[in-house]
């Protein structure tokens, strides 16, 4: 079946860091990528998408491609600030079959310090 | 605008007790998702509905838990004779279309069972 692998947190960055969060994937038809981020105490709000091979999703200074050959749709900032501190989804929906259910991975949780 | 309701934001039940989730969609949306989230781990889908339906309840574990969205009135989860597993956070999502990339997330209820 469909699943998606995110690196294990927390990660903790200082201001103005650069941020990476790792995300491969595995699934039998040709998925959609998502970023989903939640806040603490709140529910997931989708952060960015892409729907095919090197495709760049972005939103709010953050971005990811989508890479088929290696598999990965890798989250990106060039300079986190604290307000980023939250946790980060990666997710695909794999429409082959008509399916629409999306699979999450575990979560990664981002700590900025000041 | 009001987004995704949840009610209760925190629910505490003994186990054997009745837990009963309650989920409002943005206006004009039709199409609700009920997901799980377990400690440190991701989303897991439960159940799809659309008014007076249910379109998808794979996620769903076969006993002790229902879902209904009625014509009037929120989408419920009921988890009957709760136990102590059943703890976790459970968001609903709604949408307008079947297309779950433009999913709307709730703040979510935190069921605690003692």
């Known amino acids: 079946g469909d699943s998606v692998t995110q690196m294990e947190g927390p990660v903790t960055l200082s201001e103005e860091a650069f941020l990476t969060i790792n995300c491969t994937y595995t699934?039998?038809?040709?998925?959609?990528l998502f970023w989903y981020v939640q806040y603490p105490g709140e529910g997931l709000q989708l952060l960015l998408k892409?729907?095919?091979?090197?495709d760049k999703g972005s939103n709010k200074g953050f971005e990811a491609t989508y890479r088929k050959e290696t598999t990965s749709f890798h989250l990106e900032k060039g300079s986190v600030q604290v307000s980023d501190s939250a946790v980060y989804f990666c997710?695909?929906?794999?429409?082959?079959?008509?399916?629409?259910?999306?699979?999450f991975g575990r979560g990664t949780s981002l700590i900025v310090h000041p | 605008n009001a987004g995704v309701m949840q009610n209760p934001r925190h629910l505490v039940r003994r186990r054997g007790q009745e837990a009963r989730l309650r989920c409002s969609p943005m206006?004009?949306?039709?199409?609700v998702y009920w997901y799980r989230q377990l400690p440190e781990e991701g989303l897991k889908f439960m159940v799809y509905?659309?008014?007076?339906?249910?379109?998808?309840e794979s996620g769903m574990p076969k006993e002790r838990f229902s879902a209904e969205f009625p014509k009037e009135g929120p989408s419920i989860l009921r988890i009957q004779q709760v136990v102590r597993g059943d703890s976790a956070a459970y968001f609903c999502?709604?949408?307008?279309?079947?297309?779950?990339?433009?999913?709307?997330f709730g703040p979510g209820t935190r069921l605690t069972v003692t």
């Open positions: 999502a709604s949408s307008p279309l079947s297309f779950w990339d433009e999913q709307y």
């Open positions: 699934a039998t038809g040709y998925p959609s």
């Open positions: 892409a729907t095919k091979a090197d």
């Open positions: 997710a695909l929906s794999d429409r082959s079959g008509g399916s629409y259910i999306p699979t």
């Open positions: 206006k004009g949306h039709s199409h």
């Open positions: 509905l659309q008014k007076e339906n249910i379109i998808d």
